[in-house]
């Protein structure tokens, strides 16, 4: 489930509430009772990995799988392999 955060418009209190997809957003303020929330936009806690997502956001230095590079290390890695197989 998500994580939705939240401010007061009348107080000013922030808080961050867990809440399902289906759930209707939160409207009363905790703090002064007014129904003056919204719903505030930040990062995604979490992180996309394995096949098919851009790894290019979350990698630094060599570890970068660039459309570019692709050729590349899998030409170096099937030369490693064919060297191996001749020892």
């Excluded at 939240?6 to 107080?11: G, K, N, Q, T, V």
């Excluded at 719903?39 to 570890?63: H, M, P, V």
């Excluded at 899998?74 to 064919?82: E, L, P, R, V, W």
């Amino acid at each position: 489930m998500p994580i939705y955060e939240y401010r007061c418009a009348s107080c000013g209190h922030e808080l961050e509430a867990l809440q399902k997809l289906s759930d209707a957003p939160l409207v009363d303020c905790p703090a002064c009772h007014k129904p003056n929330l919204s719903k505030q936009i930040s990062a995604a806690g979490f992180r996309l990995k394995g096949g098919g997502w851009y790894e290019t956001d979350f990698k630094s230095g060599n570890k970068k799988n660039l459309a570019g590079d692709s050729g590349s290390s899998s030409s170096s890695s099937s030369s490693t392999a064919s060297t191996k197989a001749a020892d």
